[in-house]
C-alpha cells in the first residue's frame, strides 16, 4: 500500500508541474503578442541590456504596421514609428556604441527625413571609434555595423545632394563611399552610392560599370537594374535590346529581393 500510495503521489505532483509549465508558456505566448508587454517582462529581468529595446523596435515595425486595411495602416504609422526610434534610443542610451540600434535609428529618422537628426546619430556613434572626419574611414574597426554607418553616412550626403542640387554633397558622397569600398572590399551598397553620383552628374559610361559592378556583388538590387536600364536605353545609340533584358531581369525578382541592406 505504501509504495502503491507513494506513486500516486508522485503522478499528482507529475500533472501538477506540467499544468504549471503550460501555464507559464501560455503567460509568455501572451507576452509574445504584444510587444510592449514583452519589453515590459524581460525589461525587469534585465534592465541593462540593450537587445532588448532593439528588440522590442524591431518587433512595434514588425507586427504593428501590419493589416489589410490601408487607412488603419497609415494612421498608426507616425506612432508607430515614433514608439520604434524611442526604443532605439533606449538602446544607444544603454550602449552607445551599438552599432545595430544606431543603423537602425538612421534608417528610421531618414525615413521621417529628419536628416541634421539622423547624420548627428550616425557621428555620435562612429566618434567612438575614431572618426571625426570623413577622411578617417581607415581608423575605424572591421566591423560590419562600422562599415554599415559609414555607408548610411554617404546615403545621407547622395539624397541631400540631390534634393538640393548641391555638388559638394554629391562629391563628399563620393569620396566618402570610395573610401569605405577600399577599407571593406565586396561592399556593393558603397559602389551603389558612387554609381548613383556618377549617373547624376551624367558620366554615364562610368556609371553603366558602376552598376554592373554592384549587380556582380548583389544581383537582386532592383535599383541598380532599373538605373544601368535607364542608361542603356538613354544612350546614343540606344541599346533597346540589352535594355529590355536588363528591364526584365528586374521584373522577374520577387519585391523581397528589393535592394536588401
Known amino acids: 500500500r505504501s509504495a502503491t500510495y507513494s506513486a500516486r503521489w508522485r503522478k499528482i505532483a507529475f500533472v501538477c508541474l506540467v499544468t504549471l509549465n503550460t501555464l ?3 503567460a509568455r505566448n501572451e507576452d509574445w503578442r504584444d510587444c510592449r508587454s514583452l519589453w515590459q517582462s524581460s525589461s525587469t529581468a534585465a534592465p541593462m541590456n540593450e537587445f532588448l529595446p532593439l528588440g522590442l523596435g524591431e518587433c512595434i515595425l514588425e507586427h504593428s504596421l501590419q493589416g489589410t486595411n490601408k487607412d488603419d495602416v497609415l494612421a498608426r504609422r507616425s506612432v508607430v514609428i515614433s514608439e520604434a526610434i524611442g526604443a532605439y534610443r533606449s538602446a544607444l542610451h544603454i550602449n552607445p556604441s551599438y552599432g545595430m540600434a544606431t543603423v537602425a535609428l538612421a534608417k528610421l529618422l531618414h525615413v521621417e527625413k529628419q536628416y541634421e537628426e539622423e547624420e548627428r546619430v550616425l ?3 562612429l566618434s567612438l571609434a575614431g572618426f571625426a572626419r570623413d577622411s578617417d574611414v581607415k581608423a575605424v574597426g572591421g566591423g560590419r555595423e562600422w562599415r554599415d554607418m559609414m555607408i548610411k553616412l554617404a546615403e545621407l550626403y547622395e539624397s541631400r545632394g540631390a534634393a538640393t542640387q548641391n555638388a559638394s554633397a554629391m562629391q563628399m558622397s563620393y ?3 570610395s573610401a569605405v569600398r577600399v577599407r571593406y572590399p565586396g561592399t556593393w551598397r558603397a559602389r551603389m552610392v558612387e554609381a548613383n553620383v556618377l549617373y547624376r552628374a551624367g ?3 562610368e556609371a553603366a560599370a558602376g552598376f554592373r ?4 556583388l548583389e544581383p537582386r538590387s532592383h ?3 532599373n538605373n544601368l536600364g535607364a542608361i542603356l536605353q538613354q544612350g546614343n545609340p540606344p541599346r533597346l535590346q540589352e ?9 522577374a525578382l520577387p519585391s523581397s529581393a528589393a535592394d536588401p541592406a
Open 203 to 205: 558620366r554615364l559610361d
Open 223 to 225: 535599383a541598380a537594374l
Open 123 to 125: 557621428r555620435s556613434t
Open 243 to 251: 535594355a529590355l533584358l536588363v528591364y526584365t531581369a528586374a521584373l
Open 175 to 177: 569620396e566618402l563611399a
Open 213 to 216: 559592378a554592384v549587380l556582380e
Open 24 to 26: 507559464r508558456t501560455v
